[in-house]
């Protein structure tokens, strides 16, 4: 068999992931759950039985108020602390690697069935930073990605920056060179390449001289779901009341439940006897109330995927409704898209910042960019694009795959970098 056709890319999203197998005239993408060509990054491991579902299917048993336990973004584990730990799956002790390492192997799994074939080479998809500012933690992140996906089954590995891998999947649209800002907005990371394409440059193997810049910052959809929540759902929970000795509620449960990965942590007999205690104190008893039924219900993954849903429909739309009756019985939050743009504008700012000093480092001016090409499931949200635009007013704006753009690249690579 031709080593080509055994080479795959794999994009392991913080909030999606795809595989994708390079065959001429035919989608790359390989379809991964009930025909559709992402897969949720999701794990949930049932406790009354062995069974563990993924995806979509995972979410689902969540959802259906199946006892056990779900976890979502563990990308985001990459580089840090954390992924040296263990976590409590069904009363054992369970290491985060062997989490991500059940997940990459189920994910590859997928894929071969699809393709009718063995994946041995891969070339997988990482952010710009993993870690930003600390070279060392950015290397020992991409080493264990490795490590795991040779884990699960994967010989030769190659990496390649996400933001490039989606420019490689617009070139392979165009007639005609192009200067490219590829804007990669995915659900951990924001990253951005400036790179030449066309017609003529994609049949070269060697790429290094057409990358003007390359850049990222640590930030993405996960994270303006936090902010969201924090600024719109939070304090109905409590966040920002008062204590009765005059003290503002302590945040660090509000701040577990609002972030995708450490949401398991507010369920922890500390948490709740922390919470219980809060409850005692405080001024506004109903809020605390809320709080423990989200902890006692295990709803925190359902309510972050309901502020989640919200922004996304914020994204479309100048109004959201976000239905709390689990929580909350016949209640309702209005959501405003001003509300989502003051929770992310300093998040926003910070990638707009990221980009200035990208083309600042190039020495490429506003003028000098043909097209400012959009992917990653968040690129859409209407502040972030609008802020990037200002900064090449001039170029045409493409949105590409929001969420295949990336996985088809990688395709492509593995194609030119096994065959």
Same mark, same amino acid.
């Given at each position: 068999?031709?080593?080509?056709?055994?080479?795959?890319?794999?994009?392991?999203?913080?909030?999606?992931?795809?595989?994708?197998?390079?065959?001429?005239?035919?989608?790359?993408?390989?379809?991964?759950?009930?025909?559709?060509?992402?897969?949720?990054?999701?794990?949930?491991?049932?406790?009354?039985?062995?069974?563990?579902?993924?995806?979509?299917?995972?979410?689902?048993?969540?959802?259906?108020?199946?006892?056990?336990?779900?976890?979502?973004?563990?990308?985001?584990?990459?580089?840090?602390?954390?992924?040296?730990?263990?976590?409590?799956?069904?009363?054992?002790?369970?290491?985060?690697?062997?989490?991500?390492?059940?997940?990459?192997?189920?994910?590859?799994?997928?894929?071969?069935?699809?393709?009718?074939?063995?994946?041995?080479?891969?070339?997988?998809?990482?952010?710009?930073?993993?870690?930003?500012?600390?070279?060392?933690?950015?290397?020992?992140?991409?080493?264990?990605?490795?490590?795991?996906?040779?884990?699960?089954?994967?010989?030769?590995?190659?990496?390649?920056?996400?933001?490039?891998?989606?420019?490689?999947?617009?070139?392979?649209?165009?007639?005609?060179?192009?200067?490219?800002?590829?804007?990669?907005?995915?659900?951990?990371?924001?990253?951005?390449?400036?790179?030449?394409?066309?017609?003529?440059?994609?049949?070269?193997?060697?790429?290094?001289? +057409?990358?003007?810049?390359? #850049?990222? !910052?640590?930030?993405?959809?996960?994270?303006?779901? &936090?902010? *969201? =929540?924090? /600024? $719109?759902?939070?304090?109905?929970?409590?966040?920002?009341?008062?204590?009765?000795?005059?003290?503002?509620?302590?945040?660090?449960?509000?701040?577990?439940?609002?972030?995708?990965?450490?949401?398991?942590?507010?369920?922890?007999?500390?948490?709740?006897?922390?919470?219980?205690?809060?409850?005692?104190?405080?001024?506004?008893?109903?809020?605390?109330?809320?709080?423990?039924?989200?902890?006692?219900?295990?709803?925190?993954?359902?309510?972050?995927?309901?502020?989640?849903?919200?922004?996304?429909?914020?994204?479309?739309?100048?109004?959201?409704?976000?239905?709390?009756?689990?929580?909350?019985?016949?209640?309702?939050?209005?959501?405003?898209?001003?509300?989502? +743009?003051?929770?992310?504008? #300093?998040? !926003?700012?910070?990638?707009?910042?990221?980009?200035? &000093?990208? *083309? =600042?480092? /190039? $020495?490429?001016?506003?003028?000098?960019?043909?097209?400012?090409?959009?992917?990653?499931?968040?690129?859409?949200?209407?502040?972030?694009?609008?802020?990037?635009?200002?900064?090449?007013?001039?170029?045409?704006?493409?949105?590409?795959?929001?969420?295949?753009?990336?996985?088809?690249?990688?395709?492509?690579?593995?194609?030119?970098?096994?065959?």
């Amino acid at each position: 068999m031709r080593a080509d056709a055994q080479a795959c890319g794999i994009d392991f999203g913080t909030s999606n992931s795809t595989a994708g197998w390079s065959r001429s005239g035919q989608n790359a993408l390989l379809p991964l759950e009930d025909g559709k060509l992402t897969l949720p990054s999701v794990i949930f491991f049932h406790a009354e039985d062995a069974h563990v579902s993924f995806g979509r299917a995972a979410l689902a048993d969540y959802l259906e108020r199946h006892e056990g336990r779900l976890m979502r973004s563990l990308k985001s584990l990459l580089g840090t602390s954390m992924m040296d730990e263990h976590t409590e799956v069904a009363g054992r002790a369970v290491p985060f690697r062997a989490l991500l390492a059940q997940f990459i192997g189920e994910l590859k799994r997928r894929a071969e069935h699809a393709a009718g074939r063995e994946f041995s080479c891969a070339v997988l998809g990482r952010p710009v930073f993993f870690v930003d500012d600390d070279p060392l933690a950015d290397q020992r992140a991409q080493d264990t990605l490795e490590d795991i996906a040779r884990r699960a089954g994967l010989r030769d590995i190659a990496f390649q920056y996400e933001p490039i891998a989606a420019a490689f999947d617009y070139e392979s649209q165009i007639s005609r060179e192009e200067l490219v800002l590829v804007v990669d907005i995915g659900g951990g990371t924001s990253d951005f390449t400036l790179i030449r394409v066309g017609p003529e440059r994609a049949s070269r193997t060697e790429r290094k001289g +057409d990358i003007l810049a390359s #850049g990222g !910052v640590h930030i993405g959809g996960t994270d303006f779901d &936090r902010a *969201l =929540s924090l /600024a $719109s759902m939070m304090p109905m929970l409590g966040l920002g009341s008062l204590l009765r000795n005059g003290r503002e509620m302590p945040s660090s449960p509000y701040f577990n439940l609002a972030t995708w990965h450490t949401i398991n942590l507010a369920y922890t007999k500390k948490a709740w006897s922390q919470i219980a205690e809060l409850h005692q104190g405080a001024v506004d008893r109903p809020k605390l109330e809320r709080l423990q039924s989200v902890v006692r219900e295990r709803a925190g993954h359902w309510l972050a995927l309901q502020v989640e849903e919200a922004k996304i429909a914020l994204s479309n739309a100048p109004l959201a409704q976000i239905d709390i009756g689990r929580i909350a019985a016949g209640e309702t939050v209005t959501l405003q898209r001003a509300e989502l +743009d003051r929770a992310i504008n #300093g998040l !926003v700012t910070s990638v707009q910042q990221t980009v200035a &000093r990208l *083309l =600042s480092d /190039a $020495s490429i001016t506003a003028a000098g960019i043909d097209t400012v090409f959009f992917t990653g499931g968040s690129s859409g949200v209407p502040l972030l694009r609008e802020r990037v635009l200002a900064l090449a007013p001039q170029a045409r704006c493409v949105e590409g795959d929001l969420f295949g753009s990336i996985g088809a690249g990688l395709a492509l690579d593995a194609y030119r970098k096994f065959a």
